[in-house]
């Protein structure tokens, strides 16, 4: 549901997708002209990802010029970020629970947030954020685990060639996952063992 209050001032609640990236958004053809999704976006980050949550977001524009934002809080991941089939910490993981639509496993609200600038003759530049703890540490208030959080952030990049009618995207993304010690250690033995 979106309320307009302004252009630049709205509000959205209940089902949303995180706006991490260039391609989590605007994921599906046939606007690409390619079958599938880049392989950073669906084996790094969680493609699609959406949860409940609510937030603002607004634009304005200027001559050739165009702002942007968003800004969301809503459910998060899980544990099995690191805990999954394949055996790596996968992002996308988290996708399979559906508890996630209900509540979040840390009982924190993730983050995520956007910003963007365009310009009609050069291109648009968004940089993005996504971050919160993703395991359960407390427990009827008792704390039973130290808080591990996900960050994760991207730049992406779109423009068109004009002269080739070719339009042009890429993404950039770095994620830095907290995890316990002993996988960290069991981690770091496997890729001694693996040189």
Not at 50 to 58: C, I, Q, R, V
Not at 129 to 150: E, L, P, Q
Not at 159 to 180: C, F, H, Q
Request: proline share 5%.
């Amino acid at each position: 549901m979106d309320f307009e209050f302004h252009p630049l001032l709205n509000l959205r609640g209940g089902m949303i997708v995180n706006p991490i990236g260039g391609f989590n958004q605007n994921h599906d053809g046939p606007k690409w002209e390619f079958t599938d999704r880049p392989i950073a976006m669906e084996q790094m980050l969680p493609a699609t990802w959406s949860n409940a949550g609510f937030g603002l977001y607004g634009k304005k524009y200027s001559g050739n010029w165009m702002f942007g934002y968003e800004a969301y809080v809503s459910g998060g991941f899980d544990g099995s970020i690191i805990n999954n089939e394949q055996n790596k910490t996968y992002l996308p993981a988290s996708k399979e629970n559906t508890d996630r639509f209900e509540e979040t496993a840390s009982g924190e609200p993730l983050f995520t947030g956007k910003i963007a600038a365009r310009n009609n003759k050069i291109g648009e530049l968004g940089l993005s954020y996504m971050g919160g703890a993703y395991n359960t540490f407390k427990d009827d208030g008792n704390i039973v685990d130290y808080k591990r959080r996900v960050d994760v952030f991207a730049v992406d990049f779109n423009t068109t060639l004009p002269r080739w009618n070719t339009y042009v995207v890429g993404e950039w993304a770095w994620i830095k996952v907290g995890v316990p010690q002993l996988i960290r250690s069991n981690m770091e033995q496997n890729n001694v063992a693996d040189l």
